[in-house]
């Protein structure tokens, strides 16, 4: 049998076991630090790429604009494409549209901003209507109605339909 101090020391943690689990500890929290760090710092190159991307992109543009310039043709490429995409008002679309076959434009061939034309197709329904397959988007100008509108009439209106 053992004596009852030697019991006792044997639940203790020894002095090595103590002094090894605070700078465990200590290394731990370090190590959250430095990954939290490189993180961060990730985060910062991936900005800073997208920001060079998107320089580089208007660059290319405008270098595509000035060979066109140059040699009478037109760009080549996504960047010289998205560079030139008109951006009508409202007013503008009409008249194209009045104008196009059918009161129909397919929005990548009259080269119009796609954001714009569905804008105004989500703000004006009762004007325009998008349509096309995905790759080719068309707008189509609905015909105005001359009449007025219907108005909603109440209940009241017809008492045999809603009667109690």
Known sequence: MSSPSLQRDQNRPSK???ASATPRTGSLNSLDALIAEIARLQEQVIEELRQRRVW???ELAQVDAEL???TWEP??????ASAVKKTPTLSELIEA???????????RKANLEVKSIKTFAKAHPHLLRLGGKT????VTLLERSTEAPMRMESPRAHPDLFSE
């Open 16 to 18: 090595a076991r103590r």
């Open 56 to 58: 580089l992109h208007r």
């Open 75 to 80: 760009g080549t490429g996504a960047a010289a």
């Open 68 to 70: 066109a310039d140059l």
């Open 135 to 138: 790759g080719w988007p068309t």
């Open 97 to 107: 549209l009045q104008a196009a076959p059918g009161r129909t434009l397919n929005i």
